[in-house]
């Protein structure tokens, strides 16, 4: 058996806060633009994870922020 699951809920790394265990140590979490993004435990706590990867997306894309918009796949 292994450790149990630590709560993260409501803690906030980077861009983004935990809202749900997923399971397996993952966890789901909301990001600043309003996207969501499963993450492991470890990524986030090591800030390995800091958003859900749609800005730097956008920004390949696009090569500018957008003005406070939800950002689409």
Same mark, same amino acid.
């Given at each position: 058996?292994? @450790?149990? +699951?630590?709560?993260? #809920? $409501? =803690?906030?790394?980077?861009? !983004?806060?935990?809202?749900?265990?997923?399971?397996?140590?993952?966890? &789901?979490? !909301?990001? =600043?633009? $309003?996207?969501?993004?499963?993450? @492991?435990?470890?990524? !986030?706590?090591?800030? #390995?994870?800091?958003?859900?990867?749609? !800005? +730097?997306?956008?920004?390949?894309?696009?090569?500018?922020?957008? &003005? &406070? *918009?939800?950002? =689409? *796949?």
């Amino acid at each position: 058996m292994g @450790r149990p +699951a630590v709560n993260i #809920k $409501g =803690e906030t790394y980077g861009k !983004l806060t935990a809202i749900n265990y997923m399971g397996n140590s993952m966890w &789901e979490c !909301l990001c =600043e633009c $309003g996207n969501t993004k499963v993450a @492991r435990y470890t990524d !986030l706590k090591l800030g #390995k994870t800091t958003t859900c990867g749609k !800005l +730097a997306n956008y920004l390949k894309k696009n090569g500018k922020k957008p &003005e &406070e *918009e939800k950002i =689409e *796949e």
